[in-house]
C-alpha cells in the first residue's frame, strides 16, 4: 500500500493512520486482539483494521493501483467468507475513525485478559534472558594469574 505511485493527501494521511495505529496495537501479534472483543487490543485492532479498509477503498479508485487492491479486497473476502466471519461484527465494528485520534489498547485490562497476559509476559521474558545472554557475552574474561 505504501508503494503507491499516484497518491493525494486524503490518501497518505489515512495511509500514515494505518501503519502508526497498526504499530500502537502490537503489530497485529497479541492472541484474539480481532475475534475476542474481551481483548484489551479489540478496540484497537478495529481501528487499523478500519484504517486498512480505507486505504484499499481509495486504492481502488487510482487507476494504477486498483487492480491489486482489487485482487487484495477479494481475497479478504474471500477468507473472511470461508472462515465463517463475513457478517459477523462487534461492539466496535460499526464505530467511525478519526485520524486526529489514535485508538490505544487497555492496558488496564491485560492482566485480567489471559492470553494477552501470557504472551507479553513470554516477551519480557525473552527479552531478559536475551539481555543476560548478551551481558555474558560482551563481559570481559578474567586473566588468571599465574
Not at 487492491?69 to 475513525?97: N, P, Q
Request: aromatic share 8%; net charge neutral; with cysteine.
Amino acid at each position: 500500500m505504501s508503494r503507491a505511485v499516484d497518491t493525494n493527501e486524503p490518501f497518505r494521511r489515512v495511509l500514515n493512520y494505518a501503519e502508526i495505529q497498526y504499530s500502537y496495537c502490537l503489530w497485529g501479534r497479541m492472541p484474539g486482539s480481532v475475534a475476542d472483543e474481551e481483548s484489551p487490543f479489540n478496540e484497537c485492532a478495529h481501528a487499523y483494521l478500519a484504517a486498512t479498509k480505507a486505504v484499499l477503498m481509495a486504492m481502488r479508485e487510482m487507476p494504477g493501483e486498483r487492480a491489486v487492491a482489487s485482487e487484495i479486497i477479494s481475497a479478504v473476502d474471500a477468507d473472511m467468507v470461508r472462515r465463517g466471519l463475513a457478517l459477523i461484527t462487534c461492539r466496535f465494528s460499526g464505530e467511525a475513525f478519526n485520524t486526529a485520534g489514535l485508538v490505544n489498547p487497555r492496558w488496564s485490562k491485560v492482566p485480567l485478559h489471559p492470553a494477552s497476559m501470557a504472551s507479553l509476559t513470554a516477551l519480557a521474558l525473552m527479552l531478559g534472558l536475551g539481555v543476560l545472554a548478551l551481558g555474558r557475552f560482551l563481559r570481559p574474561k578474567t586473566q588468571s594469574s599465574e
